[in-house]
Protein backbone atom coordinates (compact mmCIF):
# COMPACT_ATOMS: atom_id res chain seq x y z
CA UNK A 1 0.00 0.00 0.00
CA UNK A 2 1.79 3.56 -0.85
CA UNK A 3 0.35 6.52 1.06
CA UNK A 4 0.38 10.04 -1.04
CA UNK A 5 -0.13 13.03 0.71
CA UNK A 6 -0.37 16.25 -1.58
CA UNK A 7 0.37 20.03 -0.79
CA UNK A 8 1.23 23.33 -2.35
CA UNK A 9 -3.06 24.10 -3.27
CA UNK A 10 -3.91 27.64 -2.89
CA UNK A 11 -5.88 30.29 -4.60
CA UNK A 12 -3.80 32.52 -6.67
CA UNK A 13 -4.55 35.32 -10.07
CA UNK A 14 -4.63 34.31 -13.42
CA UNK A 15 -1.16 34.94 -14.63
CA UNK A 16 0.18 33.17 -11.14
CA UNK A 17 2.47 30.55 -10.95
CA UNK A 18 1.88 27.31 -8.03
CA UNK A 19 4.24 24.39 -7.05
CA UNK A 20 2.53 21.49 -5.56
CA UNK A 21 4.53 18.58 -4.21
CA UNK A 22 3.45 14.81 -3.37
CA UNK A 23 5.58 12.65 -0.66
CA UNK A 24 5.06 8.97 -0.33
CA UNK A 25 5.86 8.68 3.28
CA UNK A 26 7.51 5.11 4.39
CA UNK A 27 7.22 4.38 0.52
CA UNK A 28 10.64 6.61 -1.10
CA UNK A 29 11.89 2.65 -2.47
CA UNK A 30 8.27 0.92 -3.60
CA UNK A 31 7.72 4.48 -5.78
CA UNK A 32 11.35 4.71 -7.28
CA UNK A 33 10.21 2.54 -9.91
CA UNK A 34 6.57 4.06 -9.92
CA UNK A 35 5.21 6.29 -12.75
CA UNK A 36 4.33 9.26 -11.10
CA UNK A 37 1.81 11.65 -12.07
CA UNK A 38 -0.83 14.29 -11.52
CA UNK A 39 -4.45 14.19 -12.60
CA UNK A 40 -6.94 17.08 -11.92
CA UNK A 41 -10.51 17.29 -11.59
CA UNK A 42 -12.97 20.39 -12.28
CA UNK A 43 -15.93 20.55 -10.60
CA UNK A 44 -19.09 18.93 -12.54
CA UNK A 45 -16.31 17.06 -14.27
CA UNK A 46 -14.26 13.78 -14.31
CA UNK A 47 -10.33 13.32 -13.48
CA UNK A 48 -7.90 14.62 -16.58
CA UNK A 49 -4.37 13.63 -16.89
CA UNK A 50 -1.92 16.63 -16.23
CA UNK A 51 1.19 15.27 -16.36
CA UNK A 52 3.21 11.76 -15.51
CA UNK A 53 6.96 11.22 -15.32
CA UNK A 54 8.34 7.80 -15.64
CA UNK A 55 10.85 6.24 -13.14
CA UNK A 56 13.58 7.17 -16.30
CA UNK A 57 12.34 10.78 -15.99
CA UNK A 58 10.35 10.77 -19.31
CA UNK A 59 7.23 13.42 -18.85
CA UNK A 60 4.45 13.50 -20.41
CA UNK A 61 1.81 16.31 -20.73
CA UNK A 62 -1.65 17.04 -21.19
CA UNK A 63 -2.47 18.77 -24.08
CA UNK A 64 -4.00 22.12 -21.66
CA UNK A 65 -0.84 22.88 -20.10
CA UNK A 66 1.81 22.21 -22.41
CA UNK A 67 4.57 24.59 -22.52
CA UNK A 68 3.26 25.81 -19.02
CA UNK A 69 3.25 22.89 -16.40
CA UNK A 70 6.87 20.43 -15.27
CA UNK A 71 6.53 18.29 -14.03
CA UNK A 72 9.52 16.63 -11.77
CA UNK A 73 10.20 14.19 -9.03
CA UNK A 74 13.34 13.20 -6.39
CA UNK A 75 13.38 9.74 -5.98
CA UNK A 76 15.06 9.45 -3.43
CA UNK A 77 12.63 11.35 -1.33
CA UNK A 78 9.91 9.58 -2.88
CA UNK A 79 8.25 13.37 -3.84
CA UNK A 80 6.88 14.54 -7.23
CA UNK A 81 6.07 18.26 -8.07
CA UNK A 82 4.17 19.80 -9.97
CA UNK A 83 5.39 24.03 -11.08
CA UNK A 84 2.36 25.79 -12.91
CA UNK A 85 2.75 28.63 -14.27
CA UNK A 86 0.62 31.15 -16.96
CA UNK A 87 -2.44 30.14 -14.88
CA UNK A 88 -5.62 30.35 -16.21
CA UNK A 89 -8.95 30.36 -14.49
CA UNK A 90 -10.21 26.86 -16.66
CA UNK A 91 -7.22 24.96 -14.17
CA UNK A 92 -9.29 25.80 -11.24
CA UNK A 93 -9.70 22.45 -9.13
CA UNK A 94 -8.83 19.53 -7.25
CA UNK A 95 -5.65 18.23 -7.94
CA UNK A 96 -4.27 14.55 -7.23
CA UNK A 97 -1.27 12.79 -6.87
CA UNK A 98 -0.91 9.60 -8.44
CA UNK A 99 1.75 6.41 -8.63
CA UNK A 100 1.04 3.31 -10.62
CA UNK A 101 3.96 0.48 -12.13
CA UNK A 102 3.17 2.13 -15.28
CA UNK A 103 1.91 5.20 -16.91
CA UNK A 104 -0.12 3.95 -19.46
CA UNK A 105 -2.23 2.42 -16.24
CA UNK A 106 -1.87 5.20 -13.95
CA UNK A 107 -5.64 5.50 -12.75
CA UNK A 108 -5.13 2.10 -11.47
CA UNK A 109 -2.92 2.95 -9.14
CA UNK A 110 -2.91 4.61 -5.94
CA UNK A 111 -4.57 8.04 -5.54
CA UNK A 112 -3.75 11.18 -2.96
CA UNK A 113 -6.25 12.96 -0.94
CA UNK A 114 -5.97 15.95 -3.66
CA UNK A 115 -4.83 19.55 -3.08
CA UNK A 116 -7.52 22.63 -4.24
CA UNK A 117 -6.02 25.16 -6.91
CA UNK A 118 -8.66 28.02 -7.48
CA UNK A 119 -7.45 30.66 -10.08
CA UNK A 120 -9.47 33.77 -9.81
CA UNK A 121 -9.33 35.88 -12.88
Known amino acids: QVHLVESGGGSVQAGGSLTLSCVAP??????????MGWYSQAPGKGREKVATINSHGSTSYGDSVKGRFTISRDKANGTVYLQMNSLKPEDSGMYYC?????????????WGQGTQVAVTS
Open 98 to 110: VAGPYCDDIRRGY
Open 26 to 35: GSAHATSTYC
